[in-house]
């Protein structure tokens, strides 16, 4: 894998990915929508095709060769999946949609058969819906209520403030690894302590944890953690929940079906063991492979040194907006203390106009509330523009963004 001296080297690295080289809008495209979802290699494109061509059978049915094959691909890629959080045991890893089904999982396998009035559930102000909602459904069913902690004026977390929440009725304390909106790394083990002074169960949303930064579930000593293939270069429709094997042991499944069975007559029946107990139907087996393909090339980066480039990429885009005076950048002010998300507001310009401005010259960034409403409101704004880095980006993309903001800034400042 070509690397620089310090790390990656994305002039060629990004040669792997096809969709990279096009020309949008009649400039060569520049991607910087990576949070909302990754570009793939040529590795990840492969290992579908292949699978396609070669293997493709129903898993853990058939006594055929290729049924065969097709499980053993399958769960092989569990194990390769579940390394890259330093799972204990593959077993422990339940293939998910992804982050989003993995915590609606946790919310309604765990907390629809042990939650009841007067229990606590909390969050924090910065959550993705995908982090608030289920829990906020899971309420209504149980009686059970939702607290949240807030954020200060710099986007970082306030332990103090989930001291001051946490009580013997707090039973889970869910919290994303990192916001998606402003880049903030949460503390995650200083929250799983905390949250563990009160005995509550503790749900990491990894969807930006698990692309970015190097993760150990164990080290982290969290119950659950969730993440997404797509996020970090593999597949759509594919996800992974970790949790701790008691727990799943311990828990109902939460939809039923083919594959997910050990005995069934018309009454009642009995469960497969974990985590086939929550894989109910024919699950995204191609998808499962491609995920692994995924964290085969990212290990073959390098985990420190997918994160060293975007903390270098985050910093060269902060001085670069930070010398504007009529741009505001959102989150925390030191680049290490993000991962490769810039949030930033032009002044006198709508978001949406941003981001039709920087695509009318192929640069894609996103503009909206980056389903974090919540935050938006604490930030005291409806919408921001977001730039979001992975491994192929380069400083020379963040620059031809930065020009595009001079445009957007002629078009829309006060002194234009
Ligand atoms: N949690 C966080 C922190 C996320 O950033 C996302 C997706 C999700 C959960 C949901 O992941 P999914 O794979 O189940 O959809 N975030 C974004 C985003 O920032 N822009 O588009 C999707």
């Known amino acids: 894998m070509p690397r620089t001296v310090t790390g990656i080297d994305p002039t060629v690295l990004r040669e792997e990915f096809p969709a990279l080289h096009q ?22 494109l492969d290992a579908l095709r292949h699978f396609y061509e070669h293997d493709n059978a129903n898993v853990h ?20 999946v579940a390394s890259w959080v330093n799972a204990p045991n593959a077993s422990e890893v339940v293939w998910t949609r992804g982050t989003t089904e993995g915590i609606n999982l946790v919310a309604y396998a765990w907390g629809l058969s042990n939650l009841r009035k007067g229990d606590e559930i909390v969050v924090s102000v910065m959550e993705h819906h995908s982090n608030l909602i289920p829990w906020q459904l899971v309420c209504g069913h149980t009686g059970a209520r939702l607290r949240h902690v807030d954020i200060d004026d710099q986007g970082r977390l306030r332990l103090d403030q989930l001291e001051d929440v946490l009580s013997d009725r707090t039973r889970i304390v869910s919290i994303g690894h990192v916001s998606n909106s402003i880049g903030t790394i949460n503390p995650v083990r200083e929250i799983v302590d905390l949250a563990k002074t ?35 270069c593999g597949p759509t429709g594919i996800g992974a929940l970790w949790g701790k094997r008691e727990l799943l042991d311990s828990m109902e499944p939460y939809q039923g079906g083919g594959e997910m069975i050990s005995v069934v007559r018309l009454e009642e029946s009995t469960w497969a063991e974990v985590p086939h107990k929550f894989e109910a139907g024919t699950p995204n087996i191609a998808g499962a492979v491609g995920f692994a393909a995924a964290v085969d090339y990212l290990e073959d980066v390098g985990r420190d040194a997918i994160r060293r480039h975007e ?44 981001a039709t401005i920087l695509d009318s010259e192929g ?26 880095f992975y491994i192929y980006n380069t400083e020379a993309e963040i620059d031809r963004m930065v020009r595009a903001l001079h445009t957007v800034h002629g078009i829309f400042g006060t002194h234009a």
């Open 23 to 44: 020309v949008v809008n009649g400039d060569p495209l520049v991607y910087l929508d990576n949070a909302a979802t990754t570009q793939k290699p040529r590795a990840v």
């Open 61 to 80: 049915r058939g006594i055929h060769e290729l049924s065969r094959r097709a499980t053993d691909a399958f769960e092989a890629a569990r194990i390769r």
């Open 198 to 232: 009160v005995g509550a169960l503790t749900v990491v949303d990894g969807a930006q944890g698990a692309p970015h930064l190097p993760v150990d579930v164990q080290a982290l000593g969290c119950d659950f953690y969730a993440f997404s293939g797509h996020k970090m």
């Open 311 to 354: 903390v270098e990429l985050t910093r060269h885009a902060m001085d670069r907006l930070g010398e504007l005076p009529w741009i505001r950048i959102f989150g925390p002010p030191e680049p290490e203390a993000r991962s490769g998300v810039v949030a930033f507001e032009v002044e006198g310009a709508h978001p949406h106009d941003v």
């Open 363 to 388: 640069i894609a960034i996103r503009a909206g509330h980056h389903c974090t409403q919540p935050l938006m409101r604490r930030l005291g704004v409806s919408a921001t523009s977001r730039a979001s």
